[in-house]
């Protein structure tokens, strides 16, 4: 969410980052909430005005109380009450405007704050300018990607020779995107992010959390766009909460209305949650495997910076998921998100897409952004510097893992000619020691 004051004092920035975003239908947005600004301020002008008056007409008529009292003719006495009368009836009308325009500047805020949460913040100079995902831009690859002389099956057909995984049972249970796993491969999932866990804690010096798995809607609105969250979001039915699409969302909302420290900067957290997400409009991708689902487990990266130290984090954030999948023996690619495929509340975003033997192509399984201060200026995010004056957070967030993609990135990457999965070395420790998982055959 953009500053009123920089829209107003910048309009034709706000409009160009708009235009580049590919969202010409807000453009008239701008020149609204600048008029709805400008009547907003007149009526804190006329308040002002107003509390003045009614101190000098109060002041007024201290001295006249005075006087009255004193008074002995009759005559000058009702001329000093009229006087009074008059002053206090003007008190009166200054005091009913006041509350009109109070009641005014309330539905203008109101207003105001609807058209600020739909404008799109500034984004990066650096990103690419594309209307949608397909101009997103590959920036560098790691390791390389292989694809074997014997073929990969489909992940689903994977996890069922190990017993690993019941769709069938999940959909009488749940319905369509839901799954039970199964054995080896379930325990695959929980070593994939005990692992992640470690990596964070022990070689990243981040901070373990286990958030809340719901939130007010305030929190929402505070950490997400409006499609993202008619999107993702499922609610509680009669109460203010929603299910996390993300720890990301409840982990900034833990720092709604704070003022922290400086001294305190950087926040580096990493947290695990289940997510819980509708998945809006992607019925019919990948439906028979675990690609796109409505509930998984995460593993998130999450930092609260100065904003100087932002993007450096950024840069970070995304080399600690390469690093953490090259160490379990995946190839992947860093992908730059161009400007129509930003989230409206995004600087900065890029994609950490995985090497698909089975597809001979590389998808999405992790997502670092740069956020700035947008989420800290819905939510009221501060920092205190050393001098004692506030200023706004920048909060970023990345993937560390989300096993259910990881694991179809896992097994494609790991299946032998026979049907075994080697284990690296990394993971071992967290299968009970084993080098590779053999099919079950019965």
Not at 277 to 284: N, W
Not at 399 to 418: G, K, S, Y
Request: with cysteine; charged share 30%; aromatic share 8%.
């Amino acid at each position: 969410m953009l500053d009123i004051k920089f829209i107003r004092e910048n309009p034709e920035i706000v409009k160009e980052n708009i235009r580049k975003k590919f969202q010409e239908a807000k453009l008239p947005l701008v020149d609204e909430v600048i008029a709805l600004d400008a009547q907003r301020r007149a009526a804190i002008s006329e308040v002002e005005q107003l509390k003045a008056d009614r101190n000098r007409l109060s002041k007024a008529n201290g001295p006249l109380y005075g006087k009255l009292k004193k008074c002995a003719d009759e005559g000058e006495k009702a001329a000093i009450q009229a006087e009074i009368d008059r002053n206090n009836a003007a008190v009166k009308a200054d005091d009913e405007r006041r509350t009109e325009l109070d009641a005014r500047q309330t539905e203008l805020e109101g207003k105001i704050r609807d058209i600020l949460y739909v404008i799109p913040n500034i984004i990066d100079p650096s990103v690419p300018i594309g209307p949608d995902d397909s101009c997103n831009v590959e920036v560098e690859r790691f390791g390389d990607p292989v694809v074997p002389d014997y073929p990969i099956p489909h992940h689903v057909d994977i996890m069922q020779s190990f017993h690993g995984i019941d769709k069938d049972s999940a959909g009488r249970v749940a319905g369509m995107g839901f799954y039970y796993l199964l054995g080896d491969i379930a325990r695959l999932h929980e070593a994939v992010l005990a692992y992640a866990r470690d990596f964070m804690i022990d070689e990243k010096g981040f901070t373990y959390v286990i958030p809340p798995f719901m939130m007010h809607g305030n929190v929402v609105k505070g950490v997400m766009s409006f499609p993202e969250m008619e999107a993702m979001m499922y609610k509680i039915e009669g109460e203010d909460l929603y299910l996390i699409g993300t720890s990301e969302h409840t982990m900034i909302g833990r720092f709604i209305d704070q003022i922290l420290p400086e001294s305190q900067m950087p926040l580096t957290l990493t947290s695990y949650s289940p997510c819980f997400r509708k998945e809006v409009g992607s019925h019919g991708l990948e439906e028979r495997g675990v690609y796109r689902i409505h509930q998984f487990e995460k593993q998130e990266m999450i930092v609260v910076c100065k904003p100087e130290d932002s993007m450096a984090w950024y840069d970070k954030l995304w080399r600690n998921s390469v690093e953490l999948f090259r160490n379990l023996e995946i190839p992947v690619r860093q992908l730059e998100c161009c400007s129509g495929d930003l989230a409206d509340l995004k600087v900065k975003s890029c994609d950490i897409e995985a090497w698909s033997p089975r597809q001979q192509k590389y998808f999405e399984v992790c997502s670092c952004s740069n956020l700035g201060d947008a989420q800290a200026r819905r939510l009221g995010i501060r920092i205190k510097g050393e001098d004692g004056k506030t200023y706004l957070a920048h909060t970023l967030n990345n993937t560390c893992v989300a096993p259910p993609r990881m694991l179809i990135a896992f097994l494609e990457n790991h299946l032998q000619a026979d049907g075994t999965v080697t284990i690296p070395k990394v993971l071992q420790p967290y299968m009970g020691g084993k080098a590779v998982l053999v099919p079950d055959k019965k």
